[in-house]
């Protein structure tokens, strides 16, 4: 008996519903309805035989066999991804320099970039972790031809930004703890918009901070002993740490834009950058953070 071959677009929408946490937001990405969304998910149950997703009260889960199944999802995504950009750009030459906060460094962006560099084996890539400020520096000297930073929302746009999402701020503390005034903050030194929003958000209540390093791992490490609360985005939030938009008695805080910029035009760089774009898009749409 011939076994069915799966879909690739059905895998995509799978592992996108997952990331996103509801069909309807990947139905947002894909261009297509919700109802849609749904039957292929249905299509992709009767291609393997087994349900894949469960419902959970409101929630929809994935079964133990959906599990199994989306993680080989990724792997042929994965590899059909590199498989495209090797074939398109075999003729690629040349060196690349690429700029990223440490936040997409550390979670969503190294796989992406393992595969890119292993489509395009003739592109020397060097990756550089830098603050926003100091990467839009290193552009404006054209000492990097590519980066991904946090810029404010509604902030000017700059020559070559593209603003490819916007991710809710997040107070970050302990599981267990209850933050309360006069609040212990976790912050890096300005220039910081994390650091701007936690403080306008406090306006003149008392706060004072606990803990102030240069290093993402260090903050996370910070407020993991308890030496006070945070503000970032969710991404690469370790576990055990708790995120809220709001706390008790404050204003909700404000979204960040995430900015992909270039200060060169060479093929190269338009390639990874649409890699950086669609990665970082997919993700962002599965950042629905509770208050």
Request: glycine share 6%; aromatic share 6%.
């Amino acid at each position: 008996m011939i076994s069915p071959t799966l879909e690739l677009d059905l895998l995509r929408t799978l592992a996108l519903a997952v990331d996103t946490g509801s069909f309807k937001q990947a139905a947002s990405i894909v261009g297509r309805t919700q109802s849609a969304v749904s039957l292929q998910m249905q299509r992709l149950e009767s291609q393997v035989g087994v349900p894949i997703f469960q419902r959970i009260g409101k929630k929809l889960n994935l079964t133990e066999n959906g599990k199994v199944l989306l993680d080989y999802a990724r792997k042929l995504l994965a590899l059909n991804d590199e498989a495209i950009q090797a074939v398109v750009g075999t003729k690629l030459q040349g060196r690349l320099r690429l700029g990223l906060l440490q936040d997409f460094a550390e979670s969503i962006l190294p796989k992406s970039l393992a595969a890119f560099s292993r489509a395009q084996p003739g592109i020397e890539m060097h990756v550089r972790t830098e603050s926003s400020v100091k990467l839009l520096e290193l552009l404006q000297r054209r000492e990097i031809d590519l980066a991904v930073y946090f810029v404010k929302e509604n902030a000017a746009k700059k020559p070559h930004e593209t603003r490819v999402a916007s991710i809710p701020m997040v107070w970050v503390s302990q599981e267990q703890q209850r933050p309360a005034p006069p609040w212990s903050l976790v912050l890096f030194e300005p220039p910081c918009v994390f650091r701007e929003a936690a403080v306008a958000t406090l306006k003149e209540r008392r706060w004072k901070q606990t803990f102030s390093s240069p290093s993402l791992a260090g903050t996370w490490a910070a407020v993991s002993a308890g030496l006070g609360i945070s503000v970032r985005t969710p991404i690469g939030v370790p576990p055990g740490l708790r995120v809220q938009r709001q706390l008790p008695g404050l204003r909700k805080l404000p979204t960040v834009d995430v900015v992909i910029a270039q200060s060169s035009e060479s093929e190269p760089v338009q390639r990874l950058r649409q890699v950086l774009d669609q990665t970082v898009k997919t993700w962002s749409a599965g950042f629905a953070v509770p208050s």
